[in-house]
């Protein structure tokens, strides 16, 4: 548990994706998110909608005042890994920043059981140096992640694929 990595990290170049955010907010935070650019805001109600199994979102951010509604909802959003977190500043008092940073192409990432890190980085219709910065911007975000009771090498081996491709692997040492 002391070895957990987890983080967010904004790419450069974006992810080449477009992001559905979802808020649940009242009053003046769900004002400042609608304004931001989310596409879902609400709270009662959408913490209803996503109980019943209807989910039609990508990020989902949350402000500490609806917590306690939205933790109720961990054995949904749980499992996607949607939940809100504050250590990946997706539960904040400043959704309107949060939004930007989800729809700007905030990539979250966090250490499976293994230690195998999943993310996209991008689409294979960037460039090289688009995909490169990102590449390069990712691995600087997980080596800032490392616990400090990690000892050996920390990174072993990066590899990339497009969604259905086969990995290359990609030489640690060059970046």
Not at 23 to 50: P, Q, T, Y
Not at 101 to 122: L, P, T
Request: include cysteine.
């Amino acid at each position: 548990s002391d070895q957990t990595v987890r983080g967010v990290i904004n790419l450069p170049n974006g992810i080449g994706k477009d992001v559905k955010v979802a808020v649940f907010a009242r009053g003046d935070s769900a004002d400042k998110a609608k304004s931001a650019g989310a596409d879902i805001v609400g709270a009662e109600e959408l913490v209803e909608e996503v109980a019943s199994g209807k989910i039609n979102f990508d990020r989902c951010i949350s402000t500490p005042e609806m917590m306690p509604l939205v933790g109720k909802l961990g054995k949904v959003l749980g499992p996607r890994g949607m939940m809100p977190n504050p250590r990946t500043g997706t539960v904040t008092n400043d959704v309107d920043e949060a939004v930007k940073s989800a729809k700007s192409g905030a990539v979250e990432f966090r250490a499976e059981k293994g230690g195998v890190i999943h993310a996209g980085i991008g689409k294979a219709s960037f460039s090289e140096k688009a995909i490169s910065e990102n590449i390069i911007e990712f691995i600087g975000a997980v080596r800032k992640e490392k616990p400090s009771g990690a000892k050996g090498t920390y990174i072993k081996k990066v590899s990339l694929s497009s969604t259905m491709g086969p990995g290359v692997s990609v030489d640690t040492g060059a970046i």
